[in-house]
């Protein structure tokens, strides 16, 4: 088992230099569940199999039940687009199993990683001090700066209640509310008429409150999810430190905005986070899976977060110049997930970074403009990152789900409607350097009504 096949290698890396070299990454359509379920039938057993069987099973029926994630093609949800070169690192994390629990053990990896994690601190403006460590994914960063916001809130509020309360709106993440739900806390929802959270609407919300002293923080979205807007953070800010509240700030999409030139200023007040979660996963050209979780004062955290155990001592020597990413999160063991960014930053330059995310953000407000000059398409809102939403007219929950499906169907591209304010919509997310205004103008043109008239005269004529 721990001996090279070294056919086997060559095959597998045969096969990572065929992925990496295609000019464009198929979208598929996904798996269908009987299939799988015969193809995988008694594969596992105890006398195991021949190494290349078994590949084939997972480059001809596993490997391809997928909608690809790193295409153009793919606009829906936030979208994975690791960069070639993130990619090929994350291939020796792997082979060197580099891990990223302390720094006993992995002093080279989370070096590496702090450093990644400053350049994000200094985009943001985050004081020297700021740190943290890499987790999973934005859910997982969450939790884990809620815990802390939790365990030092009440005593800085002096709060009494059982039940402390964090402020949220309604397009606040999902998994905030879970967050919360896992920690015993509970959501205090504030209004947003216009899907942002403002200082006054949070005044006015921590006004109204009964146990005001048991709201421990206030959770700021840089890039709500469905639609990619941002709260005011300078002004949440203002109020969070007037009332001692922990600010967090939710920037698992957004956060790369923070490198783009022409929305950095939609994120001022970012520099005043408590806590602060980026997702590299999604708009920073990583592989999965990995957040950035930011601490402005990684002390606090640390109390909060160390784990102590007889067979842990060693890795808290304690003399303070040890930098354990374990104790800034609720795990224990990770992979140095943080390595492929590191490597990014370091080749292409944060200048590479912005100028891919800047693309992005042009096709948004080329996709925006498209639409605005399509008759019977109209944009439900002026997108601020790179999320653009709009409706046509006449058009229920039933046409917006059979235009998803028929663009998958001709891959033309992934899309998935979603609502706003109960009502369905058309949503494209665009997190992919690569994507093209003639893309663009390929997926408007199968919502446009006149291409539609069209489609439907032209296939008149041909009967
Ligand atoms: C995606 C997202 C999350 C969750 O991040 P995961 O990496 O999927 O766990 C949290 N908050 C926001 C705003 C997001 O967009």
């Keep these: 088992m721990h001996t090279l096949d070294h056919r086997l290698a060559r095959r597998v890396f045969d096969e990572c230099l065929r992925q990496l070299s295609l000019d464009e990454v198929p979208l598929k359509t996904g798996g269908d569940r009987e299939r799988l379920v015969e193809k995988l039938a008694g594969l596992i057993k105890p006398g195991g199999n021949d190494p290349e069987a ?121 998994s905030v509310g879970k967050a919360l739900h896992l920690l015993g806390m509970e959501p205090l929802l504030v209004p947003t008429p216009d899907h942002r959270m403002t200082a006054q609407a949070l005044r006015q919300t921590l006004a109204r409150e009964r146990h005001s002293n048991d709201v421990v923080a206030v959770v700021a979205t840089a890039g709500t999810t469905n639609a990619g807007l941002l709260d005011d953070l300078a002004g ?78 060693a890795i808290h020597d304690d003399d303070g110049d040890v930098w354990n990413p374990s104790d800034y999160a609720y795990h224990l063991t990770r992979r140095s997930r943080g390595l492929p960014l590191w490597f990014g930053l370091a080749v292409h330059g944060t200048d590479g970074y912005r100028d891919g995310i800047e693309n992005t953000l042009t096709m948004a407000r080329y996709a925006a403009d498209r639409i605005n000059a399509t008759e019977g398409l109209t944009l439900v809102c002026e997108p601020e990152l790179s999320v653009v939403l709009f409706r046509r007219d006449q058009w229920g929950c039933d046409d917006y789900d059979s235009w998803s499906d028929r663009l998958l169907a001709e891959q033309i591209a992934f899309v998935l409607p979603t609502t706003w304010q109960g009502e369905p919509v058309a949503r494209l997310c665009f997190v992919h350097p690569d994507t093209t205004k003639q893309l663009v103008d390929e997926v408007i043109a199968t919502i446009d009504p006149a291409q539609d008239a069209d489609h439907v005269r032209r296939h008149e004529h041909a009967h």
């Excluded at 109020?239 to 790369?256: F, N, P, T």
């Design 236 to 313: 949440i800010a203002g109020v969070a430190r007037q009332e001692g509240l922990w600010m967090h700030v939710d920037a698992a999409y957004g956060g790369a905005g923070i490198f783009a030139p022409s929305v950095r200023e939609l994120f001022n007040g970012v520099e005043q986070a408590d806590s602060l979660v980026i997702d590299p996963h999604k708009w920073l050209f990583s592989p999965f899976d990995c957040a950035a979780l930011l601490y402005r004062d990684p002390p606090t955290a640390q109390a909060v977060h160390t784990q102590r155990a007889s067979y842990l001592d």
């Design 54 to 174: 078994v590949l084939s099973v997972f480059l001809r029926d596993i490997a391809p039940a997928i909608i690809a994630c790193d295409t153009p093609r793919f606009m829906a949800f936030v979208s994975c687009v690791p960069s070639k070169t993130s990619i090929l690192i994350d291939v020796l994390v792997s082979c060197f199993a580099l891990h990223g629990i302390s720094w006993l053990e992995a002093a080279g990896p989370v070096a590496a990683e702090n450093q990644a994690l400053r350049v994000l601190a200094d985009a943001a403006g985050l004081p020297a001090s700021a740190g943290g460590c890499f987790v999973s994914g934005g859910s997982s960063g969450n939790l884990s700066a809620l815990l802390v916001a939790r365990d030092t809130g009440l005593s800085r509020r002096g709060g009494h209640g059982t039940r402390p309360k964090v402020a949220v709106t309604a397009d606040t993440h999902s």
